[in-house]
């Protein structure tokens, strides 16, 4: 049976990177059935997958921390680096925000071909984010146990919960830095050496881990000890490379950073506030979120705590196509705004986001089918692999709307119209996806209704859906209404002049 040219070429491309080949295979099916163009998907995927492998990694290593510290500690350990795990990201949280600001800035500026500017954006993304999780290294190595207190009550998930956040309390800095580098090398069409950047430390951090925990004891301790020094590794990477440096496998970075000055601009300083500010409250409403979140859960003991941190898990797992796909959106959408073309950054966007949702469809799909396995990972057989495995399914439906959210909000961050995405998360969680939760563990009686009695776990799967469906629908329509074209007229710099 001879076999078509197109389906030859699609499983020599599967076979030479699958994570480039899967993406190919989605892109490239939706452009033979019109629903995008060839063109863009191609360019999509060199661009996504890069930063999509990127996400396996940072998530498979923390996917493979959580499943090592329970095979060690049991379900009180995973219940307290679960609690500990918001806090300690909140340096991500910061300087991911600031980061979105800088690819907003930095694509525009090459697309624009204002080359010049690069090494000023770089600079004052560096000191922005040095400024903004500083502090919180003070606050985490002084207060992590009674940080964790106003969390939960129980001991063990206390002591485990504040070890851990003592311990990566160092890490804060290197957090937020690594994010500035990894968006910079992707608003420049560099997502590859992003990608091995980053994913050097993590697999570098599985290793640590393994030793740490494994191999010298150090359980909650070994865990975070890794982790820090994985950080630091992928900072002393970006920071050899953006000064010039080649390193091994890709070489020298597309833009450098000079030592010299000058290090301030004014101008530029002001636009990546403006953008940075309703990115970062985006993240940190979701951060913050967690705790009141993780505090009602709780109420329901351990096991149910860790059932619930397994599914977010699974599902940060599930939502790594958005490393590459919303970001991928950012940096296309936001070079073609540099040059002008409104039309074709739009087009960009409604591509991109098709593609998001087609691949997040088939992951939530095969990922339901295997969720008792898949939870058999992280817990023992019985009553909590059961429960595990119910927050793992219902994680699968949650993720599809983290796709639609992440899809829609990427050209909203390359043109700077970054306060909606806040506004659907502030809604989402805090209007829908927390007083659902908190109906869980509490009844209340209603005027003409009478008694309601508590609802249970089931409130909890409600407000897990809750809390992706709704920024979706809110960004989705954000994006569909074309403001944010209007809004990027602000930030663009002016297009040099063709020769």
């Given at each position: 049976m001879k076999v078509p040219p197109y389906a030859r070429r699609s499983l020599a491309r599967l076979l030479k990177n699958p994570v480039e080949g899967i993406l190919w295979l989605v892109g490239s099916a939706l452009a033979r059935l019109g629903l995008v163009d060839a063109g863009r998907a191609e360019r999509t995927t060199r661009l996504a997958w890069p930063r999509i492998v990127t996400g396996i990694a940072a998530n498979s290593?923390?996917?493979a921390d959580l499943a090592m510290v329970g095979v060690v500690l049991g379900s009180g350990a995973v219940a307290g680096v679960g609690i500990a795990t918001p806090f300690a990201l909140l340096a991500g949280t910061l300087g991911g925000g600031i980061a979105g600001g800088t690819i907003a800035l930095v694509s525009q500026r090459f697309g624009a071909e204002r080359y010049d500017e690069l090494d000023l954006v770089i600079k004052q993304s560096v000191w922005v984010t040095t400024l903004v999780t500083l502090p919180l290294t003070v606050v985490f190595l002084l207060f992590p146990h009674e940080l964790i207190g106003l969390v939960t009550s129980d001991p063990e998930m206390r002591t485990h919960g504040g070890t851990y956040l003592q311990v990566m309390s160092v890490a804060t800095v290197f957090i937020g830095l690594n994010l500035i580098g990894s968006r910079t090398l992707v608003g420049v069409d560099d997502s590859y050496t992003a990608m091995v950047v980053r994913a050097s430390g993590a697999v570098a951090?599985?290793?640590?881990?393994?030793v740490f925990i494994f191999g010298l004891g150090w359980g909650v301790t070994g865990a975070a000890v890794g982790s820090v020094l994985a950080n630091v590794l992928v900072t002393g990477l970006f920071a050899y490379g953006f000064l010039g440096g080649s390193l091994p496998v890709v070489g020298r970075f597309p833009v450098t950073i000079s030592l010299s000055g000058p290090y301030l601009d004014r101008r530029l300083t002001r636009d990546l506030l403006e953008i940075s500010t309703p990115i970062v409250f985006t993240h940190l409403t979701w951060s913050t979120a967690q705790f009141p979140l993780l505090a009602v859960i709780?109420?329901?003991?351990p096991?149910?705590?860790?059932?619930?941190?397994?599914?977010q898990r699974i599902r940060g797992m599930m939502d790594t196509p958005n490393w590459g796909l919303s970001l991928a959106s950012s940096s296309l959408v936001g070079q073609e705004l540099g040059r002008g073309d409104e039309r074709e950054a739009?087009?960009?966007g409604?591509?991109?986001?098709?593609?998001?949702?087609?691949?997040?469809l088939v992951i939530a799909a095969f990922v339901f089918v295997f969720a008792e396995p898949i939870a058999g990972v992280f817990v023992e057989p019985g009553e909590a692999l059961a429960l595990t495995t119910v927050f793992v399914q219902v994680a699968t439906l949650s993720v599809i709307f983290n796709g639609i959210n992440g899809g829609a909000s990427g050209p909203l961050n390359a043109s700077g119209d970054t306060r909606w995405p806040f506004y659907a998360r502030v809604v989402g969680l805090y209007g829908f996806a927390l007083p659902v939760a908190y109906l869980g563990t509490t009844a209340l009686t209603l005027p003409l209704v009478g008694p309601i009695p508590a609802l249970g776990i089931g409130a909890l799967y409600v407000a897990l859906v809750l809390e992706t469906l709704v920024p979706a629908a809110v960004v989705y329509a954000r994006f569909s209404s074309g403001r944010w074209?209007?809004?990027s007229r602000s930030y663009r710099p002016e297009a040099v002049a063709a020769d």
């Open positions: 290593k923390e996917v951090n599985i290793g640590f881990n393994a709780a109420v329901f003991g096991e149910v705590v860790a059932a619930f941190v397994v599914a739009e087009a960009y409604d591509d991109v986001l098709r593609i998001t949702l087609a691949c997040y074209k209007v809004v």
